[in-house]
T-cell receptor, first 116, second 115 residues
């Protein structure tokens, strides 16, 4: 139980286009979802926290107009990278909280974004 | 902007050895700590956690030790296997009373297990 999926698992897009990444909790309702980005050989950096039905809370230095987060339901959050640039190329990982073990975050498999 | 890439600290061990991975955390207010394993191209996988009211917790082949005095966390893996090869991250919650766990991840250690 407590499975989180992400779609797509990898995506290549051209500069200036927008890309949407989905994060779903498959067998539990996620009260809170988190979005991280990870550059090669580096740690996970929290980008934003989202609660269903409310606006996401962004970490310092993360542009909310560039990284649009929508937490439309208790099982789905989306991250849209708008007007993507090569420096946005990264591994994006979501996690969800609200499974059997309260406060444990269950991580998705990640989405590799490459902007050309 | 994108940070300069860093080389992860690496621990190389032989199969069957015991491994110890260390982590120094920064926030003395943190009261919940977790170890994650991340294989290449995958999301982090929960290994074991510990609350600040404990100094040791054991799981299957893994033990986490917490020393709050020096803000140090360690993960011990017994009888390390090639399948344990991965990057290991510690995470702390910063003691934030926000109603959810906002995690801060450490820099990570790469564990290489040779047969």
């Amino acid at each position: 139980g407590a499975v989180v999926s992400q779609h797509p698992s990898w995506v290549i897009c051209k500069s200036g286009t927008s890309v949407k990444i989905e994060c779903r909790s498959l067998d539990f309702q996620a009260t809170t979802m988190f979005w991280y980005r990870q550059f090669p050989k580096q740690s996970l950096m929290l980008m934003a926290t989202s609660n269903e039905g409310s606006k996401a809370t962004y970490e310092q230095g993360v542009e909310k107009d560039k990284f649009l987060i929508n937490h439309a339901s208790l099982t789905l959050s989306t991250l849209t990278v708008t007007s993507a640039h090569p420096e946005d190329s990264s591994f994006y990982i979501c996690s969800a909280e609200g499974g059997r073990r309260t406060y444990e975050q269950y991580f998705g498999p990640g989405t590799r974004l490459t902007v050309t | 902007g994108e940070s300069v890439g860093l080389h992860l600290p690496t621990l190389s061990v032989q199969e069957g050895d015991n491994s110890i991975i260390n982590c120094a955390y920064s926030n003395s207010a943190s009261d919940y700590f977790i170890w994650y394993k991340q294989e290449s191209g995958k999301g982090p996988q929960f290994i074991i956690d510990i609350r600040s009211n404990m100094d040791k917790r054991q799981g299957q082949r893994v033990t986490v030790l917490l020393n709050k005095t020096v803000k140090h966390l360690s993960l011990q893996i017994a009888a390390t296997q090639p399948g344990d090869s991965a990057v290991y991250f510690c995470a702390e919650n910063g003691g934030m009373n926000t109603g959810f766990q906002k995690l801060v991840f450490g820099t990570g250690t790469r564990l290489l297990v040779s047969p």
